[in-house]
């Protein structure tokens, strides 16, 4: 470590690392912390070394947490992070590359420890790990601090990524903080305790950080939408131009990759990864989808999310707005969810926005090309055996979800598509989406029934198409046919069903039932049309079968049909 490169395998005896874990107290002001933070060091780029390194780094992290109870060295270093936090936001304004990467250096070791600590340690002793300090600093008092140690750097994180731009050389920094408090939130995974009960969790959720929540959440929704990639120069190789760069980008690789990266140098259109939006888009859906049923402990992120309104709108804002709300630019968001809807986080923030936020809901549906966010969604059920069935039931919810909407039922059929190169069933050159829509749908259907047999998967599926069926228009012969052939599947399954309904009453001596109305209709309408064909002829052509129908319908008496109201279903949390 410090101003030299090391190699994994020299960690254990890096006398930086070794003085840092020991039992003798560095005071926050010594030279050393200088020296330590200023370390070039290649960090793995694969899970292979990662896993190397927490084995080469697993006896000083025992040691740190050991001595650190009398050192207090853990606190002096976050310490040290913080007073250059502090100055971060003026040091990202002139472009002060040095100071940024000895930034990054800091909370790289703080998080590593971290990690350490949340794995191996119970909430309480992590909380002592960061309160703890050296006889001689027994009722010492930072005046920056005013509150807990854990928390003022939960709450130094949220502003740094709140307040400090996102430019090429603090991008790796940003990524940094996000993976720090993931690693600290991540605490519920090894506690069978609640989030909500969790101290961490009050700090964000309760403390200074909650102040922040629409300014955080909007700062990751921005992220998110922005899509930005790795910039070129820091995943360049480490002895290769700018050697400050270069040490930020090493240290960069192994959380971008998150242990899945290659040994070998890769080509640059290899590593021009979205990795800030990804990871932003997994910290707010932590934040989001934690502490959310404890009445005690409300949810600031959550409302924030689910009340931010549209920069682009112009009307004034309602007075009976939610106090936790800002506004962003729908318009760059949509477009963000379209392209980047193919894995279960992304869709799981489509989820939530058209189910929970109302105006975000009614701008999606006001969209003239909303074929852009429905095709992805048709792609990701269509692979359904490569998804994993929380995934599947998201993106047929959203579709549930749209399905409401006659305008949506409407416009789908005026959508015309060609040439889809993921539909395997069968050539079609051109197709509407609402045609393609019912196709997957009944395709998830038949899935559904030969491999997962769930039963609200198969009501969700009937929901949709029952919600869009009074609309369908200029369908395609294949979906007609495919429509067919899935009623005629139904109605089997309903008729065995239906016998050995009657045959278990005859047994127990019960009276036989009666007919339904599902039967005695059916049998109605289908005697009346097949005496009219079977009369005129058996080798009629298609045409003529349709005139046949046509003449009957003006003579089929109606009044003896049961009329039902309008299939209309609504998705509901339980």
Not at 118 to 123: A, D, F, W
Not at 153 to 163: A, H, P, Q, R, W
Not at 447 to 463: G, V
Request: proline share 3%; net charge negative.
């Amino acid at each position: 470590m410090g101003a030299h490169s090391s190699s994994i395998s020299e960690l254990s005896s890096n006398e930086y690392l070794q003085k840092l874990a020991g039992a003798e107290p560095i005071n926050q002001i010594d030279p050393f912390w200088n020296q330590l933070l200023s370390f070039s060091f290649l960090i793995p780029i694969n899970s292979a070394d990662a896993k190397l390194l927490e084995e080469s780094t697993s006896g000083l992290c025992k040691n740190f947490a050991i001595h650190n109870c009398k050192s207090g060295n853990f606190g002096a270093l976050v310490r040290n992070f913080l007073v250059r936090a502090t100055e971060l936001k003026a040091s990202a304004q002139c472009e002060d590359n040095i100071f940024t990467w000895q930034t990054y250096n800091a909370l790289f070791i703080v998080r590593s420890l971290c990690k350490y600590f949340v794995e191996h340690l119970s909430e309480e002793l992590l909380i002592q790990q960061f309160e703890a300090k050296p006889p001689d600093m027994d009722g010492y008092v930072d005046a920056s601090e005013v509150g807990p140690l854990g928390e003022e750097l939960m709450n130094s994180l949220v502003e740094l990524l709140v307040d400090v731009p996102v430019v090429s050389f603090t991008y790796a920094l940003h990524l940094e903080a996000l993976n720090t408090l993931l690693v600290l939130l991540s605490i519920q995974m090894y506690q069978p305790q609640s989030a909500s009960k969790f101290v961490l969790y009050k700090y964000m959720m309760q403390g200074r950080c909650q102040i922040h929540a629409c300014l955080l959440v909007k700062s990751l929704l921005r992220n998110f939408a922005n899509q930005q990639k790795c910039p070129p120069e820091l995943y360049k190789n480490p002895h290769e131009g700018d050697g400050v760069i270069a040490s930020v980008a090493s240290s960069l690789w192994s959380v971008m990759t998150l242990g899945m990266g290659g040994k070998e140098e890769k080509k640059e259109e290899e590593y021009n990864e979205t990795l800030l939006a990804n990871q932003s888009l997994l910290f707010l859906l932590v934040l989001c989808n934690h502490c959310t049923s404890e009445r005690s402990l409300n949810n600031p992120y959550r409302q924030a999310l689910f009340s931010f309104t549209n920069s682009q709108d112009q009307s004034s804002a309602s007075p009976t707005l939610a106090a936790a709300t800002f506004k962003t630019d729908y318009t760059e968001l949509f477009q963000s969810l379209c392209t980047a809807l193919r894995d279960d986080q992304s869709t799981l923030l489509l989820y939530l926005l058209i189910h929970r936020n109302v105006n975000m809901k009614a701008f999606i549906l006001s969209r003239t090309n909303i074929d852009a966010l429905v095709m992805p969604i048709l792609k990701i059920l269509y692979n359904a055996q490569d998804r994993n069935s929380h995934h599947i039931y998201m993106a047929l919810i959203i579709l549930l979800i749209l399905s409401e909407d006659d305008v949506f039922n409407k416009s789908i059929h005026e959508c015309v598509i060609k040439n889809i190169p993921w539909f395997k069933e069968r050539t079609i050159t051109e197709i509407t989406l609402g045609g393609l829509l019912i196709l997957v749908v009944i395709r998830t259907i038949q899935y559904n029934m030969t491999r997962m047999r769930d039963k609200y998967l198969h009501t969700n599926c009937l929901a949709a198409l029952a919600n869009m069926s009074s609309h369908f228009s200029n369908l395609h012969p294949y979906v007609a046919q495919r429509l067919v052939s899935l009623f005629s599947q139904l109605c089997k399954k309903h008729t065995k069903l239906i016998e050995q309904i009657r045959e278990a009453a005859i047994n127990e001596g019960e009276q036989k039932p009666e007919d339904s109305d599902h039967e005695s209709e059916q049998d109605y309408v289908l005697s009346f049309f097949s005496a009219r064909l079977e009369k005129d002829s058996t080798n009629l052509s298609p045409n003529e079968v349709l005139e046949i129908i046509k003449e009957g319908a003006v003579h089929f008496r109606r009044e003896k049909l049961k009329k039902f109201p309008d299939l209309k279903f609504k998705f509901k949390t339980l």
